[in-house]
């Protein structure tokens, strides 16, 4: 009998996440921000961190800048949704 591999835990390709505090000081206050995986690094680290590839998104949800990351998985949140801004 043949099984799936397992799933691996944590933030995956394609997830959208919120970078604070709680992922790494860095990220505090101001520095904040949504975003875009688009891989989750398996590079050996410290237990509970991850290095990410991906995009930082703006207040409309797009995507303003490519960034690798280091952070705390533990740290990482849902992400807030983009502002919705009236037009007209």
Request: proline residues 8%.
């Amino acid at each position: 009998m043949v099984t799936a591999p397992a799933r691996r835990s944590g933030p995956r390709s394609g997830d959208v996440v919120f970078v604070g505090q709680a992922a790494s000081v860095q990220f505090a206050g101001a520095n904040a921000f949504n975003f875009r995986i688009t891989r989750a690094h398996d590079w050996p680290t410290y237990e509970g961190r991850v290095w990410l590839d991906g995009y930082q998104l703006g207040p409309e949800g797009d995507a303003i800048e490519r960034r690798q990351i280091f952070v705390r998985t533990a740290g990482l949140r849902p992400a807030h949704p983009p502002d919705q801004h009236s037009t007209g």
